[in-house]
Each structure stands twice: as structure tokens, then as C-alpha cells.
């Protein structure tokens, strides 16, 4: 996932390390488009038009990508890997002029039919999963951890991170939220106790060309980097999959729109836009 991980767990009883690395392996080999031999790298170069059967936690993924993408009216896709692609982010270096992907770009290139757990996709239209499938890695050691009767551990890929239980001392798995470098907001401290945490932090990857700045957060309506000042989002929720696709879906949204959808749908969100600090209701009753 061209990341770190790391796993902490109490009186497991189990070889924890196994069953984390095993998740990865199942989800790199469903979802990764970094592995050639993936499900998701297969269909992005099988012929359009057909219809492929997916993996049960592939589909997971894309049926919970499919319910953000029409809440966030469009604002989260996972079919942007045309975008990616063409400016570097994915699996190769991209291109001298990514701005032409736009011309070829299509946000309504996919299908996905979840009874039969089978994907289509059109010309000109690849997937990629790295808005959310890392936040499903985190859920999906949890799951298998506590299938194997581990209660109380910390899992962390890459900044999302998932708690369950309690740590050694009796404490919840207290965690700081990473801030942006140039916001002068105190980070939080979090108790994550049966909770997910997952940040989007839009000042960490991005491209110069020509002395401009852009983000490597995608609009897929405009088939473009963004170009607003929201610099950090982060979401608290019970699965860490949705908090990370949420929190992809707001970076896109931009301050105003998110913090509207963050109410109506009772989503704990922090957003850091221009240095300034802003928290959702949900948020804001967590420390009380």
C-alpha cells in the first residue's frame, strides 16, 4: 500500500503479526493497483464493457464507495484512476501535460451490481481505491483479530487507525491527530475505544508545473486537482473505511459544502482550512 503499519495488541494468545499481514496480503491482491496480478489492475486493463466478478470484501469496498458517492453528491469516486494515472499518483510516473486527462475523463464510468458482486466499467475509465481501501485494510485486521477472540488492541495503516478495547494500563487507546504543518491548532488527543479515526491531509502529496501547486485531490467533476484552501480533514467513525472515504469525499467538497453534509449526516469532522479550525456538531459533542 506504499505505506507503514503498525499494530499493537493485549494478551492475544495468537500470532497477531499473521493475522494482520494476511489482511494486507487479501486486500493488496483484490484491490492494489500497484499489483499487476490484482483483481483491480486486471479489470482496469481487461476490454470495457464486460461485466467481472469481484472478490466479497472488493465488493464491500465498492458498495460503501457507491452509498458516499451519491450522499456526497459525487464528490468521492473511486473511478479517478485515469486522473491518477495521468499526473503520477498511481502506479506509474505520469505524463508531462496531466491536464489532458481531463478531456478524457469520465465520472460515470462504472457499474457495480452488489446481488452478483460483479463491476463493468466503460472506455477510458480505471479504478482506484485509495480513498477508501486503506481505511478497509484497518477494518478488516479488526474483524479477524477479534474473530480470533484478540478484544482490546490499536491498528494503525498509514494514519487511519482503529481501537478496540483498552491498552495495557486500563487507558482507551489515546491517539494525537496529525495537523497540517503550517496550522498553529493544537492537535487533538483522542480516545479511540471502539472507534475509527481516518485524516486526508491535502498538503502532504502534490505536483509543481509551471510554479503552480496542485493537490493531488481530484474534483471528478471537473476531472481536476482542487484548488480550494481546505488543508486537513479528519473523521471519526466506527469503521474506519467509511471514515477514510469520508474524509476523501469532504477534502474534495471544500469547507463550506462539508461542513453542511457533516451536519446532515451527524459526522464527527474536523476540517482545517486556511490555518482555521472548524468541527462538526457530532465533534463537538465528543468533548463534552
Given at each position: 500500500?506504499?505505506?507503514?503499519?503498525?499494530?499493537?495488541?493485549?494478551?492475544?494468545?495468537?500470532?497477531?503479526?499473521?493475522?494482520?499481514?494476511?489482511?494486507?496480503?487479501?486486500?493488496?491482491?483484490?484491490?492494489?493497483?500497484?499489483?499487476?496480478?490484482?483483481?483491480?489492475?486486471?479489470?482496469?486493463?481487461?476490454?470495457?464493457?464486460?461485466?467481472?466478478?469481484?472478490?466479497?470484501?472488493?465488493?464491500?469496498?465498492?458498495?460503501?464507495?457507491?452509498?458516499?458517492?451519491?450522499?456526497?453528491?459525487?464528490?468521492?469516486?473511486?473511478?479517478?484512476?485515469?486522473?491518477?494515472?495521468?499526473?503520477g499518483y498511481g502506479a506509474g510516473t505520469?505524463?508531462?501535460?496531466?491536464?489532458?486527462?481531463?478531456?478524457?475523463?469520465?465520472?460515470?464510468?462504472?457499474?457495480?451490481?452488489?446481488?452478483?458482486?460483479?463491476?463493468?466499467?466503460?472506455?477510458?475509465?480505471?479504478?482506484?481505491?485509495?480513498?477508501?481501501?486503506?481505511?478497509?485494510?484497518?477494518?478488516?485486521?479488526?474483524?479477524?483479530?477479534?474473530?480470533?477472540?484478540?478484544?482490546?488492541?490499536?491498528?494503525?495503516?498509514?494514519?487511519?487507525?482503529?481501537?478496540?478495547?483498552?491498552?495495557?494500563?486500563?487507558?482507551?487507546?489515546?491517539?494525537?491527530?496529525?495537523?497540517?504543518?503550517?496550522?498553529?491548532?493544537?492537535?487533538?488527543?483522542?480516545?479511540?475505544?471502539?472507534?475509527?479515526?481516518?485524516?486526508?491531509?491535502?498538503?502532504?502529496?502534490?505536483?509543481?508545473?509551471?510554479?503552480?501547486?496542485?493537490?493531488?485531490?481530484?474534483?471528478?467533476?471537473?476531472?481536476?486537482?482542487?484548488?480550494?484552501?481546505?488543508?486537513?480533514?479528519?473523521?471519526?467513525?466506527?469503521?474506519?473505511?467509511?471514515?477514510?472515504?469520508?474524509?476523501?469525499?469532504?477534502?474534495?467538497?471544500?469547507?463550506?459544502?462539508?461542513?453542511?453534509?457533516?451536519?446532515?449526516?451527524?459526522?464527527?469532522?474536523?476540517i482545517i482550512d486556511g490555518g482555521h479550525?472548524?468541527?462538526?456538531?457530532?465533534?463537538?459533542?465528543?468533548?463534552?
Amino acid at each position: 500500500m506504499g505505506t507503514n503499519w503498525s499494530l499493537h495488541a493485549v494478551a492475544a494468545g495468537v500470532d497477531v503479526r499473521a493475522i494482520a499481514e494476511q489482511a494486507f496480503a487479501d486486500v493488496i491482491g483484490q484491490m492494489s493497483q500497484w499489483e499487476p496480478r490484482s483483481e483491480l489492475s486486471r479489470f482496469n486493463n481487461a476490454a470495457p464493457g464486460r461485466w467481472h466478478e469481484i472478490s466479497p470484501e472488493f465488493a464491500r469496498v465498492m458498495d460503501a464507495s457507491r452509498d458516499i458517492q451519491r450522499l456526497s453528491g459525487g464528490a468521492f469516486d473511486p473511478g479517478l484512476g485515469v486522473l491518477t494515472e495521468a499526473w503520477g499518483y498511481g502506479a506509474g510516473t505520469g505524463g508531462d501535460h496531466p491536464q489532458a486527462a481531463s478531456q478524457i475523463f469520465s465520472p460515470k464510468g462504472w457499474d457495480f451490481d452488489s446481488e452478483s458482486k460483479r463491476i463493468k466499467r466503460q472506455n477510458g475509465f480505471s479504478l482506484d481505491l485509495s480513498g477508501i481501501a486503506k481505511g478497509f485494510a484497518v477494518d478488516l485486521v479488526a474483524e479477524r483479530l477479534l474473530a480470533a477472540s484478540v478484544r482490546h488492541f490499536l491498528i494503525e495503516i498509514g494514519g487511519e487507525l482503529r481501537g478496540e478495547g483498552i491498552d495495557p494500563s486500563g487507558q482507551p487507546w489515546w491517539v494525537d491527530i496529525a495537523m497540517p504543518p503550517t496550522c498553529d491548532v493544537p492537535p487533538y488527543r483522542l480516545a479511540l475505544h471502539d472507534l475509527s479515526i481516518a485524516t486526508s491531509g491535502n498538503y502532504q502529496r502534490g505536483r509543481v508545473i509551471n510554479d503552480a501547486y496542485y493537490s493531488h485531490s481530484f474534483d471528478p467533476k471537473l476531472g481536476a486537482p482542487i484548488r480550494h484552501n481546505v488543508s486537513s480533514v479528519s473523521v471519526i467513525h466506527r469503521s474506519c473505511m467509511m471514515a477514510d472515504g469520508w474524509a476523501t469525499a469532504l477534502t474534495i467538497m471544500g469547507r463550506s459544502q462539508a461542513m453542511a453534509l457533516a451536519e446532515q449526516h451527524q459526522l464527527a469532522v474536523c476540517i482545517i482550512d486556511g490555518g482555521h479550525e472548524f468541527i462538526s456538531a457530532a465533534w463537538r459533542a465528543m468533548l463534552s
